[in-house]
């Protein structure tokens, strides 16, 4: 069965900061990963998504994650935080037969000025 | 495109009341997901459809939910009878199977408040 583990259910950076927030899976097949960011009263967006090319993803906002298989982990960065970053993130990962994601927890990024 | 339509956004009932969920998916797109999120347990896979056939509804938490898609342009969730504890935000989310394309894409979700 695979699940996903996100590491810390709040990160607060400041402006200008990096932001890391920790994405580590369990998959009985070779996995496809997803992040995904939700604004408030808002429905889930895609941010980027990994499906065995190239390691090192780059998304929409500045935002990128690598997949790591020997750590088995999907970290999500972006060198420099801006305030409208402000929002839940939620990392995913396919299930076997490739239907189905399966959502961890989220990570609410709080960005301070 | 217009994205995938959940309506309504907002809906408050009374405790014992039917209460129906719809959803609209993105032209073209063949699968098609209704999740439940709460702060106690996340985003939960209710159930999910492969070109409209029922595929597993093992997240569906009681005989109180059902789900149908006549077609692939309509879904719904139905709660009868509503209780408290079902109170929630319900997302819709469609998908196209080819793997190279693979990702969902979220409605706004309706948010349900049982009283």
């Known amino acids: 069965a695979q699940s996903v583990t996100q590491l810390g259910s709040h990160v607060s950076v400041s402006e200008g900061a990096l932001v890391l927030l920790r994405c580590n899976y369990s998959?009985?097949?070779?996995?496809?990963l997803f992040w995904y960011v939700q604004y408030p009263n808002q429905g889930l967006q895609l941010l980027l998504k990994y499906t065995s090319a190239a390691t090192l993803v780059k998304g929409i906002n500045g935002f990128e994650a690598e997949f790591k298989k020997s750590e088995t982990s999907f970290h999500l960065t972006k060198p420099s935080a801006h305030m409208s970053d402000a929002a839940e993130y939620f990392c995913a990962v396919t299930g076997s037969g490739y239907s189905t994601l399966t959502f961890g927890k989220g990570t609410m990024l709080l960005v301070s000025p | 495109d217009a994205g995938v339509i959940q309506s309504p956004r907002h809906e408050v009932t009374e405790m014992g009341q039917e209460v129906t969920l719809r959803c609209k998916p993105i032209?073209?797109?063949?699968?098609l997901f209704w999740y439940r999120q709460t702060m106690m347990r996340g985003l939960e896979l209710l159930i999910y459809?492969?070109?409209?056939?029922?595929?597993?509804d093992s997240g569906m938490p009681e005989d109180r939910f059902s789900a149908k898609m006549p077609n692939a342009s309509f879904s719904t969730l139905k709660i009868q009878p509503s209780e408290p504890r079902d109170s929630a935000v319900y997302f819709c989310?469609?998908?196209?199977?080819?793997?190279?394309?693979?990702?969902?894409?979220f409605g706004s979700g309706t948010r349900l408040t049982v009283v």
């Open positions: 989310a469609s998908s196209n199977r080819d793997r190279a394309n693979y990702g969902y894409t």
């Open positions: 998959s009985s097949v070779p996995p496809y």
């Open positions: 032209s073209g797109h063949n699968s």
């Open positions: 459809f492969n070109n409209n056939v029922p595929i597993d």
